[in-house]
Protein backbone atom coordinates (compact mmCIF):
# COMPACT_ATOMS: atom_id res chain seq x y z
CA UNK A 1 0.00 0.00 0.00
CA UNK A 2 1.15 3.43 -1.22
CA UNK A 3 1.87 5.87 1.77
CA UNK A 4 -0.19 8.55 0.42
CA UNK A 5 -2.51 7.25 -2.13
CA UNK A 6 -4.79 10.07 -4.34
CA UNK A 7 -7.34 9.65 -7.32
CA UNK A 8 -5.25 10.53 -10.23
CA UNK A 9 -8.39 12.13 -12.16
CA UNK A 10 -8.90 14.19 -14.25
CA UNK A 11 -11.80 15.62 -12.83
CA UNK A 12 -13.16 17.73 -15.47
CA UNK A 13 -15.50 20.76 -14.44
CA UNK A 14 -16.99 23.83 -15.99
CA UNK A 15 -15.78 27.08 -14.80
CA UNK A 16 -17.44 28.33 -11.64
CA UNK A 17 -17.70 24.28 -10.16
CA UNK A 18 -17.41 23.50 -6.43
CA UNK A 19 -14.37 20.34 -6.89
CA UNK A 20 -13.38 18.10 -4.07
CA UNK A 21 -10.37 16.17 -3.67
CA UNK A 22 -9.57 13.84 -0.95
CA UNK A 23 -6.54 11.95 0.21
CA UNK A 24 -5.30 9.03 2.44
CA UNK A 25 -2.49 8.46 4.43
CA UNK A 26 -1.06 5.17 5.93
CA UNK A 27 1.01 6.28 8.74
CA UNK A 28 -1.03 7.53 11.53
CA UNK A 29 2.38 8.82 13.30
CA UNK A 30 2.39 11.61 10.57
CA UNK A 31 2.03 15.25 11.52
CA UNK A 32 1.99 17.71 9.21
CA UNK A 33 0.16 17.78 5.99
CA UNK A 34 0.08 19.60 2.70
CA UNK A 35 -1.25 20.22 -0.20
CA UNK A 36 0.96 21.31 -2.81
CA UNK A 37 0.40 22.61 -6.83
CA UNK A 38 2.04 21.40 -9.85
CA UNK A 39 1.44 22.54 -13.68
CA UNK A 40 2.29 20.57 -16.57
CA UNK A 41 6.00 19.94 -17.01
CA UNK A 42 6.73 22.49 -14.02
CA UNK A 43 7.80 22.50 -10.42
CA UNK A 44 5.04 21.66 -7.44
CA UNK A 45 4.89 24.89 -5.49
CA UNK A 46 2.95 24.95 -2.08
CA UNK A 47 -0.37 26.11 -2.04
CA UNK A 48 -1.45 25.54 1.47
CA UNK A 49 -0.64 23.48 4.81
CA UNK A 50 -3.28 21.45 6.43
CA UNK A 51 -4.58 21.59 10.23
CA UNK A 52 -6.25 20.23 12.23
CA UNK A 53 -9.04 22.57 12.89
CA UNK A 54 -8.94 22.97 8.95
CA UNK A 55 -7.99 26.26 6.99
CA UNK A 56 -8.98 28.03 4.36
CA UNK A 57 -7.03 30.35 2.08
CA UNK A 58 -9.56 32.31 -0.36
CA UNK A 59 -11.58 30.05 -2.70
CA UNK A 60 -9.31 26.84 -1.45
CA UNK A 61 -10.45 25.17 2.09
CA UNK A 62 -8.29 22.54 3.11
CA UNK A 63 -9.60 19.88 5.94
CA UNK A 64 -7.70 16.86 7.91
CA UNK A 65 -9.43 13.97 9.87
CA UNK A 66 -7.13 12.27 11.88
CA UNK A 67 -9.46 9.65 12.48
CA UNK A 68 -9.75 8.32 9.08
CA UNK A 69 -6.12 9.21 8.16
CA UNK A 70 -7.87 11.56 4.91
CA UNK A 71 -7.16 15.14 4.09
CA UNK A 72 -9.09 16.78 1.73
CA UNK A 73 -9.02 20.09 -0.83
CA UNK A 74 -12.34 21.91 -1.77
CA UNK A 75 -11.40 24.59 -4.93
CA UNK A 76 -14.74 26.82 -5.39
CA UNK A 77 -15.93 28.67 -8.02
CA UNK A 78 -13.37 27.43 -10.15
CA UNK A 79 -11.04 29.30 -12.56
CA UNK A 80 -9.64 28.13 -15.60
CA UNK A 81 -6.18 28.94 -14.55
CA UNK A 82 -6.80 26.34 -11.74
CA UNK A 83 -6.02 23.66 -14.15
CA UNK A 84 -2.95 22.02 -12.53
CA UNK A 85 -2.01 18.35 -10.51
CA UNK A 86 -2.87 18.70 -7.17
CA UNK A 87 -0.03 16.70 -5.02
CA UNK A 88 -1.37 15.62 -1.34
CA UNK A 89 1.82 16.01 0.72
CA UNK A 90 2.53 14.02 4.09
CA UNK A 91 5.50 15.13 6.21
CA UNK A 92 7.09 11.28 7.90
CA UNK A 93 7.86 13.01 11.35
CA UNK A 94 10.49 10.28 12.10
CA UNK A 95 12.96 10.91 9.18
CA UNK A 96 11.92 14.43 8.72
CA UNK A 97 11.04 13.65 4.85
CA UNK A 98 8.23 14.73 2.80
CA UNK A 99 6.18 11.53 1.29
CA UNK A 100 4.11 12.34 -2.31
CA UNK A 101 1.10 11.38 -3.47
CA UNK A 102 0.91 10.82 -7.11
CA UNK A 103 -1.59 14.43 -7.72
CA UNK A 104 -5.14 14.28 -8.92
CA UNK A 105 -5.53 16.48 -12.29
CA UNK A 106 -7.83 18.95 -12.48
CA UNK A 107 -8.76 20.18 -16.09
CA UNK A 108 -11.62 23.07 -16.06
CA UNK A 109 -13.26 24.00 -18.92
CA UNK A 110 -14.97 26.99 -20.34
CA UNK B 1 16.26 35.73 -10.56
CA UNK B 2 15.28 32.13 -9.49
CA UNK B 3 15.93 30.98 -5.91
CA UNK B 4 16.55 27.48 -6.97
CA UNK B 5 17.99 26.82 -10.13
CA UNK B 6 18.64 23.46 -11.93
CA UNK B 7 21.29 22.30 -14.60
CA UNK B 8 21.09 21.51 -17.56
CA UNK B 9 17.27 21.54 -18.13
CA UNK B 10 17.10 19.05 -20.54
CA UNK B 11 19.62 16.68 -21.27
CA UNK B 12 19.88 13.52 -24.00
CA UNK B 13 22.78 10.91 -23.41
CA UNK B 14 23.44 7.39 -23.86
CA UNK B 15 23.16 3.95 -21.94
CA UNK B 16 26.69 3.95 -19.54
CA UNK B 17 27.74 7.53 -19.59
CA UNK B 18 28.52 9.95 -16.88
CA UNK B 19 26.24 12.62 -16.25
CA UNK B 20 25.64 14.99 -13.41
CA UNK B 21 22.82 17.02 -12.74
CA UNK B 22 23.67 20.55 -10.58
CA UNK B 23 21.63 22.58 -8.10
CA UNK B 24 22.03 26.07 -6.58
CA UNK B 25 20.08 27.68 -3.87
CA UNK B 26 20.54 31.50 -3.35
CA UNK B 27 17.50 30.89 -0.04
CA UNK B 28 20.68 30.19 2.28
CA UNK B 29 18.70 26.98 3.05
CA UNK B 30 20.68 23.84 5.04
CA UNK B 31 18.54 21.41 3.83
CA UNK B 32 18.50 20.31 0.29
CA UNK B 33 17.09 17.05 -1.69
CA UNK B 34 17.28 15.44 -4.84
CA UNK B 35 14.04 13.45 -6.22
CA UNK B 36 12.82 12.24 -9.41
CA UNK B 37 9.40 12.05 -11.31
CA UNK B 38 7.74 9.31 -13.12
CA UNK B 39 4.01 9.47 -14.26
CA UNK B 40 2.04 7.48 -12.30
CA UNK B 41 4.64 7.38 -9.45
CA UNK B 42 4.72 11.03 -8.03
CA UNK B 43 7.65 12.45 -7.00
CA UNK B 44 10.44 10.16 -5.10
CA UNK B 45 12.97 10.76 -2.64
CA UNK B 46 16.92 9.91 -4.38
CA UNK B 47 19.48 11.85 -1.50
CA UNK B 48 19.25 14.33 0.90
CA UNK B 49 21.28 16.22 2.73
CA UNK B 50 20.44 18.44 6.27
CA UNK B 51 23.89 20.01 5.91
CA UNK B 52 27.39 20.06 4.07
CA UNK B 53 27.99 17.35 6.55
CA UNK B 54 25.45 15.27 6.22
CA UNK B 55 24.42 12.90 3.31
CA UNK B 56 21.52 10.84 3.57
CA UNK B 57 19.82 8.08 1.37
CA UNK B 58 16.38 8.53 -0.21
CA UNK B 59 14.09 5.83 -1.24
CA UNK B 60 15.56 5.16 -4.59
CA UNK B 61 19.55 6.30 -4.04
CA UNK B 62 20.99 2.60 -6.24
CA UNK B 63 22.37 4.09 -9.65
CA UNK B 64 22.51 7.06 -8.21
CA UNK B 65 25.58 9.39 -5.92
CA UNK B 66 25.47 13.00 -4.78
CA UNK B 67 28.06 15.41 -3.61
CA UNK B 68 27.29 18.53 -1.20
CA UNK B 69 29.92 20.82 -2.68
CA UNK B 70 28.68 24.13 -0.16
CA UNK B 71 25.56 25.01 1.57
CA UNK B 72 24.41 25.92 -1.83
CA UNK B 73 24.99 23.46 -4.28
CA UNK B 74 24.12 19.91 -4.23
CA UNK B 75 25.36 18.14 -7.17
CA UNK B 76 23.16 14.25 -8.68
CA UNK B 77 25.57 12.27 -10.57
CA UNK B 78 24.74 9.12 -12.76
CA UNK B 79 27.85 7.24 -13.05
CA UNK B 80 26.41 4.83 -15.48
CA UNK B 81 23.32 5.83 -16.75
CA UNK B 82 20.63 3.35 -17.49
CA UNK B 83 17.44 4.11 -19.51
CA UNK B 84 15.09 3.74 -16.67
CA UNK B 85 16.25 6.52 -15.40
CA UNK B 86 14.56 8.60 -17.55
CA UNK B 87 12.83 10.97 -15.90
CA UNK B 88 12.29 14.38 -14.94
CA UNK B 89 14.29 15.84 -12.03
CA UNK B 90 13.70 18.03 -9.17
CA UNK B 91 16.12 19.58 -6.73
CA UNK B 92 14.48 21.11 -3.66
CA UNK B 93 15.30 23.47 -0.69
CA UNK B 94 13.80 23.85 3.01
CA UNK B 95 14.34 25.49 6.10
CA UNK B 96 15.70 23.63 9.21
CA UNK B 97 12.55 22.57 9.98
CA UNK B 98 11.15 19.60 7.90
CA UNK B 99 7.28 21.12 8.29
CA UNK B 100 8.71 24.36 6.17
CA UNK B 101 7.54 24.90 2.81
CA UNK B 102 10.41 23.13 -0.04
CA UNK B 103 10.56 25.07 -2.43
CA UNK B 104 11.97 23.37 -6.03
CA UNK B 105 13.99 24.09 -8.72
CA UNK B 106 12.35 24.41 -12.31
CA UNK B 107 13.14 20.51 -13.17
CA UNK B 108 16.28 18.55 -15.31
CA UNK B 109 14.45 16.40 -18.31
CA UNK B 110 16.61 13.27 -18.57
CA UNK B 111 16.39 11.02 -21.54
CA UNK B 112 18.93 7.82 -21.38
CA UNK B 113 18.50 6.27 -25.24
Known amino acids: RKEVEQDPGPFNVPEGATVAFNCTYSNSASQSFFWYRQDCRKEPKLLMS???SGNEDGRFTAQLNRASQYISLLIRDSKLSDSATYLC???????????FGTGTRLLVSP | DADVTQTPRNRITKTGKRIMLECSQT?????MYWYRQDPGLGLRLIYY???????NKGEISDGYSVSRQAQAKFSLSLESAIPNQTALYFCATTEDSGTDTQYFGPGTRLTVL
Open chain 1, 50 to 52: VYS
Open chain 2, 49 to 55: SFDVKDI
Open chain 2, 27 to 31: KGHDR
Open chain 1, 89 to 99: VVLNTGFQKLV
